[in-house]
């Protein structure tokens, strides 16, 4: 009995030291009260609670078992080991340390919410996670944290407007979440909704100014609202919150081209890649940039860094023919539209490309090849047939051009070749019927 007593003494003492938050004379308490008494069941639940203070799991872990072992009615010991093995990402233990916690006390609606979000990574059905959610939200109304998992889910099941409602939800609890406003804003987002979007970002942004993804969102949502200005400057932010943003200066770059602003494309891209040089799509985008400017040189350089991080990005192989097509390289143009066509089949404007190099290079039967396998891909095409057209003139056969000059008058009658095309028909005795 003695001991007994003096193992409750030196637990009041740990307890006192533990409210100072002096944890480390709290943790030496403790330890003397369970010398006295290797049995107090509170003695090793409290020094678990040390120990998961100084992040020593292990040893909070082992304390909390022991407590269990001592005094297994006690429902709170399992909510906080099974804690501790959520953080630890420990998902199935943790999920049954808190089943038992509701076993022994059907009102922690706690319990009930981490439950339901070890289930979210063990992959338990959904049905079980919004049950344990619904009973957690039973219990407390206001329970906001059980909204905002809810609304996830749905948002996951790509049911935005439910997501929504619970992120409504969330927010009426507490307004004071930013990343709540995040979340319904790309729910928003989704369906189609900018202007509510843009609404919660800034209200994501006016909580946590440091929040460079809402930045980057809201930038996407002025993009979609073809607000590039505005898109350009939010982009700006998100890189400024967080320097290493390869994202953030990719849609900036994405932004400034579409503005044809191309020497700040190009300065976007370039950071955008120092950070990660593997993104095969900013390398196209960025020689797309240089082409604009008729940089082809630089521009063939990215088109091979792109393919080089991703061989079968078919636009890559055409950006670059494109470029040696404007350098007068045809026979280099050709191979890289063959390459872009190999990768797509379907591709209609490398076969109508590489056919206008093969015209260059006087090659009229591959050229006609080419604007005819144009054709079957889309019949309805001008383009096709008036170059097939040019190839049939000049390989001779004037009937064939005739035919298909008057199939591309059907289609383009006021395009600005018409009228020279109407003056050759004419000039060779065929009719214009268009």
Request: hydrophobic letters at 35%.
């Amino acid at each position: 009995m003695a001991d007994i007593r003096e193992a409750e003494i030196w637990l009041d003492r740990g307890d006192n030291f533990a409210k100072q938050n002096n944890i480390d004379k709290a943790l030496d308490c403790y330890n003397k009260a369970l010398t006295y008494n290797p049995r107090a069941a509170f003695g090793f639940f409290k020094r678990g609670n040390i120990f998961s203070d100084k992040e020593m799991y292990a040893e909070a872990i082992k304390d909390y078992t022991s407590t269990i072992r001592l005094n297994p009615s006690f429902s709170f010991v399992y909510f906080k080991r099974g804690s501790l093995f959520l953080d630890l990402k420990k998902y199935s233990e943790a999920e049954k340390d808190f089943t038992k916690t509701i076993e022994l006390n059907e009102e922690f609606s706690f319990a009930y919410y981490k439950r339901a979000y070890a289930r979210v990574y063990i992959g338990d059905p959904s049905s079980l996670i919004i049950e344990d959610l619904e009973k957690a939200l039973k219990i407390n109304p206001d329970y906001y944290q059980a909204y905002v998992l809810m609304g996830n889910l749905f948002f996951d099941k790509k049911d935005f407007d439910t997501a929504i409602e619970n992120y409504d939800k969330a927010i009426k609890s507490n307004p004071n979440d930013a990343k709540v406003f995040m979340s319904r804003g790309l729910a928003h987002g989704n369906l189609g909704h900018y202007r509510e979007a843009l609404s919660d970002y800034t209200a994501a942004i006016a909580l946590d100014a440091s929040l460079y993804l809402a930045y980057n969102y809201r930038g996407l949502i002025h993009a979609k609202l073809e607000n590039f200005a505005n898109a350009v400057k939010d982009f700006h932010k998100s890189t400024k919150a967080k320097p290493d943003f390869s994202e953030g200066y990719k849609n900036m770059g994405i932004s400034y081209y579409t503005l044809k602003d191309y020497d700040n494309a190009i300065d976007a891209f370039t950071n955008s890649l120092a950070i990660d040089n593997t993104q095969a799509q900013v390398y196209l985008m960025r020689a797309n940039a240089y082409y604009n400017k008729k940089d082809y040189i630089n521009s063939i350089v990215d088109y091979e860094e792109a393919v080089g991080n991703d061989p079968h990005l078919a636009a890559a192989y055409f950006g670059k023919a494109n470029a040696n097509s404007a350098l007068n390289r045809m026979r280099e143009a050709v191979k890289d539209y063959s390459r872009a066509i190999s990768i797509n089949n379907e591709f209609l404007q490398a076969y109508i490309n590489r056919g206008n190099s093969y015209l260059k290079l006087k090659y009229f039967s591959k050229a006609k090849e080419d604007f005819t396998l144009a054709i079957e891909i889309d019949s309805d095409h001008w383009l096709p047939y008036l170059n097939r057209g040019i190839s049939y003139r000049e390989d001779g056969e004037d009937d064939l051009a005739a035919k298909d000059f008057n199939e591309f008058l059907k289609r383009q009658p006021t395009n600005t070749n018409a009228d020279r095309i109407r003056r050759w028909l004419d000039k060779n005795g065929y009719p214009a019927l268009y």
